[in-house]
């Protein structure tokens, strides 16, 4: 027996964020497999300077920098894929997912303007996808703060369970201090700056929500099980009053039923 209607599980599956991962694991794989002259030949093409934008016109450089990755050091991509899938699937069901790809893509171009103004001199290059990965985060923050998630923080070899706006301020005080008083290879001006654009939008469209969507409700217990006829009733409020009516405890149902 067949259905026109998608089952839950199609309709939570966060295509967004899928997207987003496949499109920087690919490019990180012809990265692996180009390498040499070639695969530098498409990282200095392709990755944001201040040579390539302002000195050749390489405006592209502000959208491609940000699907690549330094392919010597795999727990860069690692660590942003796993904040992404943490913090996107959450931001794309409460906006949808044009704003989840939008705000990915302009917090990486202001990240990325933000590294350029402050530490882009002389042939330095910046790639990656921390700035608009930082943008998604401080955004969902902004949002939900006292939503408590759990992280694996490298090199902490465990996991640490906290508030995300708790998350989002130590991330960025980190960055700070590492910009201000240490020479450092990693573009933390990206990151912040990348982070401020997502809160600033996280919090714009907090302030936009209409009253009573339960934020401040306690999350549901850990080993609380999804039942189903709860889950059709939360897909049939979605369907009929849109996805922003969602309170918290029902966004946390759905986000479980989702993992199956």
Not at 20 to 36: K, R, S, W
Not at 104 to 109: A, D, K, R, T
Not at 182 to 200: D, E, P, Q, R
Request: charged letters at 15%.
């Amino acid at each position: 027996m067949t259905s026109d209607h998608p089952t839950w599980r199609e309709r939570v599956a966060y295509p967004g964020v899928r997207v987003l991962i496949v499109a920087n694991v690919a490019m990180f794989a012809v990265q692996m497999l180009t390498g040499g002259d070639f695969g530098w030949f498409l990282t200095s093409h392709l990755g944001l300077s201040r040579e390539g934008v302002l000195g050749h016109g390489w405006i592209w450089q502000f959208i491609t920098y940000q699907f690549l990755h330094d392919e010597r050091m795999w727990l860069h991509i690692v660590f942003n894929m796993m904040m992404l899938f943490s913090f996107g699937r959450d931001f794309e069901m409460l906006v949808g997912t044009t704003r989840l790809v939008a705000l990915y893509l302009v917090s990486g171009i202001l990240g990325g303007a933000g590294w350029l103004l402050i530490s882009g001199s002389g042939d330095s290059l910046c790639i990656g996808a921390s700035g608009a990965v930082c943008g998604v985060a401080a955004a969902f923050a902004a949002i939900d703060p006292k939503r408590e998630m759990t992280y694996i923080l490298f090199p902490i070899p465990w996991p640490i369970t906290m508030k995300t706006l708790t998350m989002v301020l130590l991330f960025a005080l980190g960055s700070v201090i590492m910009l201000v008083g240490f020479h450092s290879t990693i573009a933390h001006a990206a990151h912040l700056s990348g982070g401020l654009v997502g809160y600033a939008y996280g919090y714009h469209v907090r302030r936009r929500m209409k009253p009573g969507l339960g934020f401040d409700q306690p999350a549901l217990p850990r080993d609380t099980r999804p039942d189903q006829a709860e889950v059709d009733r939360i897909l049939e409020k979605i369907n009929s009053q849109g996805i922003d009516s969602l309170t918290r405890r029902e966004r946390d149902m759905l986000d479980r039923a989702s993992r199956g």
